[in-house]
Each structure stands twice: as structure tokens, then as C-alpha cells.
């Protein structure tokens, strides 16, 4: 459990150099679709990589994060019109073919926005001013929203966890 503790604590800040919230989400999906291309096999006692089937469980259409936005933004603005935070976390969300989750990135990061927003318009004392005119709302809400209204699933199990570290 330490050494797997360990590797985990190794992968996120402060101790990785790498910093995975500077990469969009668009570009980790193009990451997973060549992940998926290959797999580990077991041939004669040695592990080795070699190419899928193309036609085993490839059926992935990548979306345009232009188009996610503008399909996104249409939604929330539908749904949570003149709903509160409260009503809001009463959703639910799900994709059922998530991929690498960047449909599921953008609507989390839109309901963050419309939240926040509304306690601007409505309630300042229940978010954070960052003294240079913005408004953010605290972690504890946002881990609310994504434990609450964020769902997915998908036939292809690393693509959940794919989602999972993209939300995260």
C-alpha cells in the first residue's frame, strides 16, 4: 500500500514536475485514443505491447471541443435557468460512452460557473474574493458538484478512470 501511496504522491503536485490541469481536455482525449490502440499480452513468459484489433471496441468519435462548449453551454443555460445552487446539486449527470470525459469536463466546469455566478447575483458571503475582482467558489462545493451530479460509465473500464483524472 506505501509503495503504490508513494507512486500516486509522485504523479501530483508538489512533487511532479508535470502539471496535467495545463493540458486540455481535449488533448488528453487524443492521448487515450492512442492508448487504446495497443494492449499488454502474456507470449511465452514475456509481456510485450502490440497493436489492437482495429475492430475490437474502437468505435470512438473524439469531438471537437468547439462543438462540446457550444452543446455544453446550450444545456446548462436550458436546465438551470433560475434554479439555486441547491436545486442545482439535485441534478444528474451521465455520460454513458464518457471516453477521456470532456463532455463531462466542460458541464462540470459550466455548473462551477452558473454556481458561482448566482452566489455573486444572489449570496457573496458563501464564495471566496480573490481581492483582484473575481469570485471563486470553494473546493467543498466543488467537490460537491462532481460527487452529486457527475456521472459516467463506459465499455471500456480505463476509460472511466481516463475521466476520472481529467475531472480531477
Not at 14 to 43: M, V
Not at 64 to 90: D, F
Request: net charge neutral; hydrophobic share 40%; proline share 4%.
Amino acid at each position: 500500500n506505501q509503495i503504490i501511496r508513494d507512486i500516486i504522491e509522485e504523479l501530483y503536485y508538489p512533487k511532479s514536475p508535470y502539471q496535467f490541469n495545463l493540458i486540455k481536455p481535449n488533448i488528453l482525449g487524443k492521448i487515450y485514443e492512442l492508448f487504446l490502440a495497443e494492449h499488454l499480452i502474456l507470449d511465452n513468459d514475456k509481456i510485450i505491447l502490440e497493436p489492437k484489433d482495429k475492430s475490437l471496441n474502437r468505435d470512438i468519435v473524439t469531438t471537437p471541443l468547439e462543438i462540446v462548449k457550444y452543446m455544453v453551454e446550450r444545456v446548462i443555460k436550458e436546465v438551470c435557468y433560475k434554479k439555486t445552487p441547491k436545486q442545482i446539486l439535485e441534478l444528474r449527470i451521465v455520460d454513458i460512452a464518457c471516453g477521456s470525459g470532456i463532455f463531462l469536463i466542460e458541464m462540470y466546469e459550466c455548473l462551477i460557473r452558473y454556481i458561482t455566478e448566482w452566489y455573486v447575483n444572489n449570496d457573496k458571503k458563501c464564495i471566496l474574493y480573490n481581492g483582484n475582482g473575481e469570485y471563486k467558489l470553494p473546493f467543498k462545493n466543488k467537490k460537491e458538484i462532481l460527487e452529486k451530479c457527475i456521472f459516467c460509465i463506459d465499455i471500456d473500464i480505463h476509460a472511466v478512470e481516463v475521466t476520472k483524472f481529467n475531472l480531477l
